[in-house]
């Protein structure tokens, strides 16, 4: 049973170790733009006008619980102040939220996008839901760039459930791809189920009930003998927190790992000469305490090199819906994560996370040149595919 705001709030002894790990705070040095602060309101069940100001700023990062030495669960807090004190233009960005995790008002809409005038999201839009002028692009469906044949494969040893999730399937088809195919060179199908999507964006972004009523519904229709691998590190994170899978669900570089896709790399021809960096998606890092088997799996690989990157657990800004939600926030987390990207001369950045790759891909973009952003899945799949 989820423990309520009080008791939650409760376990803060507010010693301020949170406070420089928070990218808000670091960007604003406002009390109530850090855990402590936001913890304090919510304590007090304060919901007037600066509270959700306080609330809705915060990107849900939770490094915050990474730097606390009072295990206090600031994920649930946030979740839970966000859902009574729900953020403005509610309405709006309800609809916007509604309209990323559903795959076919996705798809239309990022057909449509190429119609219109400019690369960022509507202004008009932007204004409904944030009400300032937009930072991020609108979303663009990918063009055709289909894996060759995937050649000698190992005898299948199990099955597995891949979360396709909402938008990832429609914006990043190739990664999905790739995710069933590194599986399936360690031995593993992919059974063919559509869970749908799992809640996260509307957990994340105040809308708690419906987020926990996709999560059990997703639940509901998972086959109960079967591990669920999620390519996605957001998606990861809230479904390794519902009870009803429990236990089930893996990110795909610890599932991967555990099943000897580190020895198969160390076969292979690998990427002689290629340099990358890696970005540790938040909810890999801060939710899933996952960083060790991303990085173990690019060292498996004969020829490429790892530089390590500045900074490279603090939220580059995306956070889901908060690149259109907060944009003058998102942007200048996106500045400096992207200062930190292009300052390793590395030939790619790497993260775990839909989200963060089309926000870093957008930077890229923007300035000229740097690092290509890919993902994990994809890249280690080049391996192979070339």
Known sequence: MAQSLDDLTSACVRCGFCLESCPTFVLTGDETKGPRGRIRLARQAVWDQGATEAFDTCLGCRACETACPSGVQYGQIIEQAKALAPPRSSRARKAAVDMMADP????????????????????????????????????RLPAPDPWPALGPVPPVQGEVLVLDGCAMRVLFPRAVEATKRLLRRVGHATAETDLGCCGALHAHSGFLAEGQAMANGLAQKADPRLPVVVPSAGCGSWLKEQSALSGRVFDISEFLLAHGLAQALRASDGLPGVTVTYHDACHLAHGQKIRSQPRELLAAVPGLAHIPLKESDMCCGSAGTYNLFQPEFARRLLDRKWANVAATGADYVVSGNPGCHAWLQQARDEAGSGPVPVLLPELLETVFSG
């Open 104 to 139: 076919l008002r996705m798809t239309v809409s990022a057909a449509l996008s190429a119609l219109w005038p400019g690369d960022k999201v509507p202004g008009l839009v932007s204004r409904l839901v944030s009400g300032r002028p937009a930072a991020v692009r609108s979303p």
